[in-house]
């Protein structure tokens, strides 16, 4: 483990995508992108030991393809145990604007779109995104894409297309999404995938439920949706948990509507979903879910309800993408450069994930990490970031040792990394 910050033996196996010039150049360019943070494209050549101009041709005009890149990454990936792809996996599908300087030339590739984080309509780029959490927590990035207006007939097209790909790269079963995501369409396109989705909506939704005990008086002539699901009751969930008594666990209350079918989304799905509705103690308001099964017992349901707060992962890789790699601020102007820097981000951060689990492997090496980071950034805990930082970090405290830095821990540092 000497050579845990030299990443060259982790890079080896992807030097048959690239010619020679251009291998030197992916190995500076990702071993710069380990240590440096907040950059542009200035930084990482004074890091990487390249100039400006070289470092543009490699993102601009060298030829080497970033979809093989990420397959190969993939593969690579999941070879070791802790990221094997398995059926059990979740895959979270999220969208996030990337925010661009106006005056910035991109030749028509952003547009004016709303941005979540800003609060308001932002000129930029609109990422699609989806990553993978296991059944024991682990979570990596699985692909990203860029949505361009003009190249697409709507966003959901864009969409259902990524959801295909994606679904041929991961075994993983269930979609989780965010409210945005309640396209009855793209929906469908789950379903057609052969995958299930669990997806959150708002309370005052609208289900067909059985009905029960129900009599008519006298035969009446019926249409629309009664002649097609002429057994079932209308009733909202807000209406529905108001006369039924909740499930008590340890940290809420729980309600389970099975066999339900969506009104919303009648013409599109008819198959019976589970509607699942959990308000935990303390919480002003309660999370809503649809499940594309028919019926989930207590213990299924609060798993499904873990399962999505765990969706807030893909918010965080977002964040570490476009903050700490400085995806917003790096200006190609080219789709197929933006891509490949894309793409280089994401190997990059797969490489950090690895590397975090290696050492998380070594309690001697984490502690000493944790060290490093207490003292220098006033960080506890050890994420991908902490280890960004301490890269960032262990040169100038090698080269210029403060203070508290004793002999002995100095020179246990120069024997792991120098």
């Known amino acids: 483990m000497k050579s845990l910050s030299n990443c060259s033996h982790f890079l080896k196996g992807f030097a048959g995508l690239f010619t020679k010039p251009t291998y030197d150049a992916f190995k500076k360019i990702t071993e710069a992108m380990i240590r440096q943070s907040g950059y542009s494209q200035v930084n990482l050549a004074g890091v990487s030991g390249k100039n400006v101009r070289q470092i543009q041709y490699f993102f601009s ?5 970033h979809a093989k ?22 895959i979270i599908l999220d969208g996030s604007a990337v925010k661009k300087d106006k005056d910035a030339k991109f030749k028509g590739l952003t547009s004016f779109m709303y941005s979540n984080l800003s609060k308001g309509v932002v000129n930029g780029l609109h990422l699609l995104g989806a990553s993978i959490r296991t059944n024991e927590g682990k979570r990596y990035l699985l692909d990203t894409d860029l949505f361009v207006k003009g190249e697409w007939l709507s966003e959901w097209k864009a969409w259902k297309y990524f959801a295909k790909q994606i679904t041929g790269m991961s075994r993983g079963l269930l979609f989780i999404l965010d409210r945005g995501f309640r396209n009855k369409y793209f929906l469908s396109s789950v379903l057609s995938l052969k995958r299930l989705f669990l997806v959150r909506v708002s309370l005052s939704i609208n289900a067909l439920i059985p009905a029960r005990g129900r009599k008519t008086k006298r035969a009446e002539k019926k249409v629309g949706r009664k002649k097609e699901f002429p057994d079932r009751t209308l009733i909202s969930t807000k209406k529905w948990i108001s006369k039924h008594k909740p499930i008590r666990c340890e940290s809420g209350r729980l309600w389970i509507i099975p066999h339900a079918v969506i009104n919303a989304w009648r013409s599109e799905i008819k198959r019976e979903c589970t509607v699942i509705i959990f308000h935990r103690n303390g919480f002003r308001h309660p999370l809503v879910l649809v499940y594309s099964e028919a019926e989930a017992g207590t213990k299924k349901a609060l798993e499904l ?43 990059t951060h797969s490489l950090l ?42 040169l100038f405290i090698c080269l210029t040792p403060p203070k508290w830095l004793t002999l002995k821990t100095k020179r246990t540092l120069i024997a792991y990394f120098l």
């Open 61 to 65: 005009g060298a030829v080497w393809c």
């Open 69 to 90: 890149l990420n397959a190969l990454r993939l593969k690579w990936m999941r070879n070791k145990h802790e990221f094997r792809d398995r059926v059990s996996d979740d």
């Open 305 to 347: 309800v873990s399962k999505y707060i765990g969706r807030w992962s893909i918010e965080t890789l977002f964040k570490e993408v476009k903050s700490w790699f400085d995806f917003e601020g790096f200006k190609v102007t080219s789709k197929e450069g933006i891509c490949r820097f894309l793409h280089m981000v994401i190997f």
């Open 353 to 394: 994930t690895v590397l975090l689990e290696l050492v998380h492997k070594i309690p001697p090496l984490k502690r000493l990490i944790e060290l490093v980071l207490k003292k220098s950034r006033n960080i506890k805990d050890l994420m991908i970031i902490g280890l960004k930082l301490f890269f960032e970090s262990v």
